[in-house]
């Protein structure tokens, strides 16, 4: 169980990058996106960020609790959820994902407007949640950003 905790905290090792390994994840996260998950169905993608989500919440718990951290760096799967979240329904095109991925990048370290409230809550959700609320700013300003293009 600690093994997959993780495998899915650390996004399949991308936590591990030497060098801002939460922006290399938000990296990876868009090139899923753009080459995978862009063309499926709006509802089987909330799905998957939903599933994605939850499951992160378990993963990111446990493998903090092991390492005895309450929010290691590592654990970038709430990295890849919130940079979803921000893509959400948006085109794949490279004007958009660019702006996806430095909204979210502004509001995951920032923190700004109460996101950084949200790191309170316990465990794997405080862990998580931050990264969700990050992610709904972003793709706020996203779908913004296509009224004055």
Known sequence: MNRLAK???TFFGAGYF???PGTFASLAAVLLYRFVLAGLNGLVFAG???????L??????AFSRLLGEPDPGRIVIDEV?????????IPADTLSLV???????????LKPFGIRDTERFPGGWGIM???????????????LSFLIR
């Open 99 to 109: 702006l996806a991925f430095f909204f979210f990048r502004f509001f995951d370290i």
């Open 48 to 54: 998957v960020i939903v599933a994605v989500y939850f």
């Open 81 to 89: 959820v919130g940079q979803w979240i921000a893509l959400f329904l």
């Open 18 to 20: 030497p060098v801002a």
């Open 129 to 143: 949640t931050d990264d969700v609320v990050a992610g709904l700013f972003a793709l706020l300003l996203v779908r």
């Open 7 to 9: 495998i899915v905290s």
């Open 56 to 61: 992160g919440v378990a993963a990111a718990g």
